[in-house]
Antibody, heavy 121, light 108 residues
Framework: QVQLQESGPGLVKPSETLSLTCSVSDDSISSYYWSWIRQSPGKGLEWIAYIYATGTTNYNPSLRSRVTISMDTSKKQFSLKLRSVSAGDTAVYYC???????????????WGQGIQVIVSS | DIQMTQSPSSLSASVGDRVTITCRASQGIGTYVNWYQQKPGRAPNLLIFAGSSLRSGVPIRFSGFGSGTDFNLTISSVEPEDFATYYCQQSHSTVLFTFGQGTKLEMK
C-alpha cells in the first residue's frame, strides 16, 4: 500500500507563502493524479488542486489565483504553494492519491496523515 | 458549484444498531459519490466509491446506495470502531470536487 507523507512549516506569517511537499513511498507517482485537500473547522474539507505527471493541473476556482501545484517525479514528490496567506488558510493540509480519472469516476485513496498549518504573526 | 448536504449532522446509536446517513447533491450527479470515515486526529479513509462500490478491506456492514441527487451510507450493525465522522464527496464536477459537511456518529 502506497504511503504519503506531508512536510513543511507548521507556522506561516500572514501575507507570506505556504509551501508543502508530499512524499510518495513508491513509483506510482507517474501513474496517478495527486491532490491537495485541506480541512478547517470553519470550512470543512476543501479540495485545493490536483496534478498528473504530464503536468496536467486543475485548481479550486476559489483558490486558483493564489495556488500552484507541482511535481518532481524523480524525487517522488509533489508540492503545494499558497501565496498571500491569511488566517483563513489555517487548516490541516492533506495530500492524497486520486484513484480513477477526473473525467470519470475518481476518489481520494489513500491520504497522508496531514499537517497542521497555522497562519499567524 | 455542486453543494453536498448531509443529514443529520450528528447521530447517536448503540452497538448493533442499523444507521443511515443521507447526502443530497444540489444537482444530479449520477453515482459520482464517494464516502469517507474520519476518526479524531486522523485523515479520512475511503469506504465507498462510485456510489456503491466497497473499497477492498472495508467491512461489508458498510453499504452505499443512490443516484441523481440522493445518496445513503448505511451501517447494517454498528461496531465500536465505527463511531467516527462520515463525509460524502462528489466527483461529478471535474472543475471542483466538493465534500459534505460531515455526520458525526456518536455512542448513545
Amino acid at each position: 500500500q502506497v504511503q504519503l507523507q506531508e512536510s513543511g512549516p507548521g507556522l506561516v506569517k500572514p501575507s507570506e507563502t505556504l509551501s508543502l511537499t508530499c512524499s510518495v513511498s513508491d513509483d506510482s507517482i507517474s501513474s496517478y493524479y495527486w491532490s491537495w485537500i485541506r480541512q478547517s473547522p470553519g470550512k470543512g474539507l476543501e479540495w485545493i488542486a490536483y496534478i498528473y505527471a504530464t503536468g496536467t493541473t486543475n485548481y479550486n476556482p476559489s483558490l486558483r489565483s493564489r495556488v500552484t501545484i507541482s511535481m518532481d517525479t524523480s524525487k517522488k514528490q509533489f508540492s503545494l504553494k499558497l501565496r498571500s496567506v491569511s488566517a483563513g488558510d489555517t487548516a490541516v493540509y492533506y495530500c492524497a492519491r486520486m484513484e480513477g480519472a477526473p473525467a470519470g469516476y475518481s476518489w481520494f485513496d489513500p491520504w497522508g496523515q496531514g499537517i497542521q498549518v497555522i497562519v499567524s504573526s | 458549484d455542486i453543494q453536498m448536504t448531509q443529514s443529520p449532522s450528528s447521530l447517536s446509536a448503540s452497538v448493533g444498531d442499523r444507521v443511515t446517513i443521507t447526502c443530497r447533491a444540489s444537482q444530479g450527479i449520477g453515482t459520482y459519490v464517494n464516502w469517507y470515515q474520519q476518526k479524531p486526529g486522523r485523515a479520512p479513509n475511503l469506504l465507498i466509491f462510485a456510489g456503491s462500490s466497497l473499497r477492498s478491506g472495508v467491512p461489508i456492514r458498510f453499504s452505499g446506495f443512490g443516484s441523481g441527487t440522493d445518496f445513503n451510507l448505511t451501517i447494517s450493525s454498528v461496531e465500536p470502531e465505527d463511531f467516527a465522522t462520515y463525509y460524502c464527496q462528489q466527483s461529478h464536477s471535474t472543475v471542483l470536487f466538493t465534500f459534505g459537511q460531515g455526520t458525526k456518529l456518536e455512542m448513545k
